[in-house]
């Protein structure tokens, strides 16, 4: 497509429930990142992929959280029982591999647990 | 580990005047990327301007430039001519260039700067 897309565009879950996020990056593009940027903060990094595999998971807070990749395109991001903890944007960003030139960025999923 | 700190949580500038960004980085790597990158209320992340390390010359996009002091770690934004549609947080990052580290592929931001304009 055209930029990345990623969805929902907001999302409300109960605390302890479980949530996906989603995220389609530009057509062509092999690395794919997470972020998350909680209110007023800087974005923390979460995952990063190369094609179908993530080379740096160093991020991911919490075994609550896992992401994954397939066919090397769309990429989802899990959290299982969520916490308020969790309750930030997640913005996904993609670049082509041998990109030095920053990252396109989709506009970000709010997420909040009430 | 690569850290990046923006000092000014908040800044304002009349509109048509100049206003500059400070960010500092820490980093023992001699090769790396630089970028400032703004962020609306849209909450998309746009890119304003990049710098490569191995580059002496300041990097400029139209209003938007850099005074990149490698010595210093300093790396911050100059917005000439400031307009309303500046209105933002502006975000400092880092990469690094080194394929065989950990930190390859992942930006390292800064706490961010909010931008007022007024008109």
């Known amino acids: 497509g055209a930029g990345v897309s990623q969805s929902p565009s907001n999302k409300v879950t109960e605390k302890g429930k479980d949530v996906e996020l989603r995220c389609d990056p530009i057509?062509?593009?092999?690395?794919l990142y997470w972020y998350r940027q909680s209110l007023g903060q800087g974005l923390e990094f979460l995952i990063y992929?190369?094609?179908?595999?993530?080379?740096?998971k160093s991020g991911l807070p919490s075994d609550r959280f896992s992401a994954e990749r397939t066919g090397g395109s769309v990429s989802t991001l899990t959290i299982q029982r969520t916490q308020q903890e969790d309750s930030a944007v997640y913005l996904c960003?993609?670049?082509?591999?041998?990109?030095?030139?920053?990252?396109?960025f989709g506009s970000g999923t709010r997420l909040t647990v009430v | 580990a690569q850290t990046v700190t923006q000092s000014q949580p908040e800044m304002s500038v009349q509109e048509a005047e100049t206003v500059t960004l400070s960010c500092t980085y820490d980093t023992s790597e001699s090769d790396y990327y630089l970028f400032w990158y703004k962020q609306p209320p849209s909450r998309q992340m746009i890119l304003v301007i990049r710098?490569?390390?191995?580059?002496?010359q300041n990097a400029t996009e139209n209003r938007f430039s850099v005074n990149f002091q490698k010595a210093a770690k300093s790396f911050s934004l100059k917005i000439s001519d400031s307009q309303l549609g500046d209105a933002a947080m502006y975000f400092c990052?880092?990469?690094?260039?080194?394929?065989?580290?950990?930190?390859?592929?992942?930006?390292?931001f800064g706490q961010g700067t909010i931008l007022t304009v007024h008109p």
């Open positions: 990052a880092y990469r690094s260039t080194n394929a065989g580290g950990t930190s390859y592929g992942k930006l390292t």
């Open positions: 710098q490569e390390a191995y580059k002496q």
């Open positions: 057509s062509g593009h092999t690395a």
């Open positions: 992929f190369q094609g179908n595999s993530a080379p740096d």
């Open positions: 960003a993609s670049s082509r591999r041998t990109g030095g030139y920053g990252y396109t």
